[in-house]
DNA sequence: CCGGCGATAATGAACCGCCATTCAGTTGTC
DNA sequence: GACAACTGAATGGCGGTTCATTATCGCCGG
């Protein structure tokens, strides 16, 4: 519980964290790594977090709810419909690789980890990034810019995983190389919105023996 | 560097690695589990493999091994064009999370860290998986079944990260309530191939301005 | 203003449990 | 009896966490 008032080093902390932890990796990390990064000494952390878990979760949360907090705000200001929303969605996400490759990095690799070992976590704040992710397609829907036919929880869930490792592969290449990642988002939104099979798509009619409604 | 050639212990170090590690991740696993799991001591484990990493290596290369070879003889089995063989791959993919859940777990859980933090380690196998997936892709562009105006590369990345963000929602679900994964294969090759919008693309015909052939 | 006092924040060396790895000894085999 | 396979208790060190000590700060009486 850091229920002191100074916020100066509990910044510095959290954000030494995200560099250590996306370089290193979380289980590779030493908490006097963190503490030497952050130009503090180790026990100071623990004033501010429970334990080396606790750190990791808590910078998880607050850099989640930052990023949700942002895309709320600029998909309300984009304004337009659904599928030009989803679209600037899915431009912040992969910007991420250019804007802030550490946080990125740190997304990507330890998500997954995290969502599954430290237990007890619910992880309330990947949830609800899908969660707006998914509102997007069901107001598409709605507005009969998507096809009402296919579930929405898995569409979310490959859009967002196709996000996700392509994010991936951008941050990775990008030590390397520029990347330009609009011409990215452009190529993934034609992919979700379109498909890559040349020609029409064949039977748009509503499909056939579905449950009557 | 295993040289001996006893057979049998070793496949069995390397079962009870993995339902270990799926069950509780590599870094919190301890390699006594791993002995206790496949009924060795474990000292037993060292004489096969060299270290705690090498052992997730090995595991990782050889699981590998085993489904990009099921796959290519399944593929060349199904024969027909690149479409339905990619339709297959799919199927097969996301089929994992009933017929081997361990592998599942430990293939999507694992996989991003052992790339990213066992370093000098390249991960050919899973290159070798992606280019299975793109020679399906880049064969359909020269059919002309998939649009050629889209990089090969970055389809593949987006449909192997949507493949292993639902194989992986599949497999923690798996747990709860049986799942159908053909129906949920049958929804991804639909938003793949012709996308997620209502009506027909827009400008079916070649873009405009290309540069002359 | 000063200086001293309690409280709070910060320090970092030491502690201690954990676990990967080793290796001296045991078992089994031909 | 020699060789190989195997064992599992012992080891070593690594690193998360603690806590006795020190620094800093806010405050107030003189």
Redesign the interface.
Known sequence: MAKAKAPEKRVRILDAALKVFAE??F??ARVADVARAAGVADGTIYLYFQNKDDLLISLFEERMEEIIAALRADLEATGGDA?VRLRRMIERHLSMAVESPLLAEFI??EL??SA??VREYENPRFQEYLTVLRDL?EE?QRE????SG??SR??V??????????L??LT?ASTTRSIDFRE?AE??C????????????PG?MPRGPVVAP
């Open positions: 290193q990796g289980y590779n599928l990507t690799v997954r980890q599954k070992f397609v598409g009969g810019l998507i096809r296919m579930d898995l569409i869930r490959a859009i967002f995983g196709a996000l996700d490792e392509v991936l592969t990775l990215v190529t993934l034609d992919l979700f919105f379109h498909g890559m099979a040349s020609g029409p798509r748009t």
